[in-house]
């Protein structure tokens, strides 16, 4: 068993958005064993992505889900 990470949304904007430390990212993706993500990632990460690219907030929604599924990411729940 590999590790587990936390994928918070630096690392999903660097990704999606073809920035320039994107394979870092993809390299500790690839090294998980599971990678976890939040929420309040997902608001964060479409909010940035619709931002700096310039989409509306619906295809920055899918960009998101389809890095959720082609990452093999999942989303749990915030708890106190």
Excluded: N, W
Excluded at 4 to 13: G, K, L, P, R
Excluded at 22 to 28: H, K, W, Y
């Amino acid at each position: 068993m590999g590790p587990v990470i936390f994928v918070d949304t630096s690392a999903v904007v660097a990704v999606v958005a073809h920035e320039v430390d994107r394979s870092d990212f993809i390299e500790g993706l690839l090294a998980a064993h599971r990678r976890l993500s939040s929420p309040v990632v997902r608001l964060e990460a479409c909010m940035a992505l619709a931002r700096l690219l310039d989409l509306s907030v619906k295809v920055a929604r899918q960009r998101y889900e389809k890095f959720l599924s082609k990452a093999d990411v999942e989303e749990i729940p915030v708890t106190a």
